[in-house]
């Protein structure tokens, strides 16, 4: 069955350290997206992909970075890791918009960073 | 940025029918609304989307007013298993960019 991934599940790191959270789906879909969970702040998008070599900033981009170099994957880079930055990272995909506007997202497992 | 605004909290009954509303401004007439369903240690999963009035599936309704500031998410016959975190989107396409905009979320508590 086709699935999104997320590896690691769970990360524990220091400020300062570079580190990449993998997101992987088997959907074939166009579209991918991160966000960031934090109590009392919902989900909010950190970047998406409308497609291969396609990256967008969403509302809270600071500090993150992506790349597409395939339709399966897109990971997700905290350049230099702060305190800030520990949160609930959930991947998502979707296929392009149908006829009638739709666009439902699958989210991955989530990833759960923390930086000490 | 279209903003958001769900009640945080709410308690039911078995049995009973839920209705979650979200509130959102700025929404444009080809702006459409989504919500999910989330548990403990899982990503959110979709429910139900429309545009305008009312839409039905298997699972939910959703009833969006003519003037599109709010929308309601009604369960019906809710059960102890429906116990989750309900989230509203709304998806805004500005030129060739994509905004998109969850509410905080409201945590349904089902009783037995």
């Known amino acids: 069955d086709a699935e999104i991934t997320q590896s690691p599940r769970h990360k524990i790191t220091e400020t300062g350290r570079q580190v990449t959270l993998a997101c992987h789906q088997t959907?074939?879909?166009?579209?991918m997206f991160w966000y960031r969970q934090d109590l009392g702040h919902g989900l909010r998008l950190i970047h998406y992909?409308?497609?291969?070599?396609?990256?967008n900033k969403g509302e809270v981009s600071d500090g993150y970075s992506v790349s597409r170099s395939n339709t399966e994957d897109l990971p997700l880079t905290l350049e230099s890791a702060a305190s800030s930055q520990t949160s609930v990272y959930f991947c998502a995909s979707s296929d392009s918009y149908g006829l009638d506007g739709t666009d439902t997202q699958y989210f991955g497992p989530g990833t759960r960073l923390t930086v000490l | 940025l279209a903003k958001t605004t769900q009640p945080i909290s709410m308690d039911s009954y078995e049995g009973q029918e839920v209705n979650i509303t979200c509130s959102h401004n700025?929404?444009?007439?080809?702006?459409?609304i989504t919500w999910y369903q989330q548990f403990p240690s899982q990503g959110p999963r979709f429910i139900i989307q429309?545009?305008?009035t009312k839409v039905t599936n298997e699972v939910a309704s959703l009833f969006i007013p003519a003037d599109r500031k709010s929308s309601t998410l009604s369960l019906p016959r809710v059960s102890l298993s429906d116990t989750a975190v309900y989230y509203c989107l709304v998806v805004t396409q500005v030129g060739s960019a994509r905004q998109l905009t969850f509410g905080s979320g409201t945590q349904l508590t089902v009783l037995p």
């Open positions: 959907w074939n879909h166009n579209n």
């Open positions: 700025n929404i444009a007439t080809n702006d459409y």
């Open positions: 429309g545009y305008k």
């Open positions: 992909s409308y497609g291969v070599q396609d990256t």
